[in-house]
């Protein structure tokens, strides 16, 4: 049987592996980078093989290394899960949430049996507020918000920044022959979440009229708009966050490199009443390292 590395060792390769620098996998483990490559000097004498070479300065895994790493992360996954399982065993009861519809639906939905798999005694209610800054119905445990002043007596902490885009479908897209200039809108069906506010930002921020914003189709609900998007109806404002599962799906595109940062963010906004309660701060943490991961 080989000899089993130490955890200090598994934790620097599949650290440097995901970085791809010494001083960034040191930052994180809060080590020198001496102490990590020292670690990966000793896993190399373990293993029998070599793990990395020195570009100049520079050091890098070898295909072998890379391929252990990322066995490394899978176990290291494992034992996280294992972890979170079992400390998560007695914590039950119920959680009302309150979460903006666009983050709901595209992010929320699709994460959420990872909960429910750590917490299965946890029995979990979603809603969808009209005011996406809505913190002040007193039947809510957790609030999930879009903006940055809220009602009530809330503990409140930053979960996301936002950043807005235009995004369509790759259909949309060829139909316009790939717009190329944003002065190619004014023959394009804008999309619109309540008012022409976003998109009157945007026109702005690449030199238009504001003008050029004021037409096509105002929807009073988000789903809505990027329903319209994906197929091929229009061209919207999307939240890069929002929309990044469709992205990768290539389900819509960004037909300009031109993305604005937002003021307003996404919150985890906690009833006081709420703060010390299991089954909240379960979901907190959860959502927190889940978010984090994105």
């Excluded at 980078?33 to 570009?55: K, M, P, W, Y």
């Excluded at 798999?117 to 507020?129: D, F, N, V």
């Excluded at 259909?171 to 717009?179: K, V």
Aim: proline share 5%; glycine share 6%.
């Amino acid at each position: 049987m080989h000899r089993i590395p130490s955890i200090q060792a598994l934790r620097a390769v599949e650290a440097f592996a995901r970085h791809g620098t010494v001083w960034q996998a040191a930052d994180e483990l809060n080590l020198t980078r001496s102490a990590v490559s020292h670690q990966l000097r000793l896993l190399e004498r373990d293993l029998g093989f070599t793990i990395f070479t020195r570009n100049g300065t520079r050091a890098e895994l070898t295909l072998r290394g890379r391929a252990y790493a990322a066995d490394v992360r899978k176990a290291l996954d494992m034992v996280s899960a294992s972890a979170s399982r079992n400390a998560s065993r007695g914590v039950s009861g119920s959680i009302s949430l309150s979460c903006p519809p666009g983050l709901a639906s595209s992010w929320l939905c699709l994460s959420i049996e990872k909960f429910v798999e750590r917490y299965p005694e946890i029995s979990l209610s979603i809603s969808t507020p009209r005011r996406l800054d809505d913190t002040s119905n007193p039947e809510i445990d957790l609030f999930i918000a879009f903006g940055r002043n809220f009602e009530g007596d809330i503990d409140v902490e930053l979960l996301k920044a936002a950043r807005f885009t235009p995004v369509c479908s790759p259909a949309y897209l060829n139909r316009h022959e790939g717009f190329g200039d944003p002065r190619s809108l004014s023959r394009a069906t804008l999309l619109h979440i309540d008012s022409y506010h976003d998109w009157e930002n945007w026109v702005r921020e690449v030199g238009l009229p504001v003008e050029t914003a004021r037409h096509g189709i105002r929807c009073s609900d988000v789903n809505l708009v990027y329903a319209a998007t994906r197929a091929s109806q229009g061209i919207a404002i999307g939240d890069e966050f929002v929309c990044r599962d469709a992205m990768e799906k290539g389900q819509l595109v960004r037909p300009f490199d031109v993305s604005i940062p937002q003021l307003d963010g996404y919150y985890l906004a906690t009833p006081r009443k709420s703060l010390g309660n299991p089954t909240v701060e379960a979901f907190r943490d959860w959502l927190k390292d889940e978010i984090n991961k994105v």
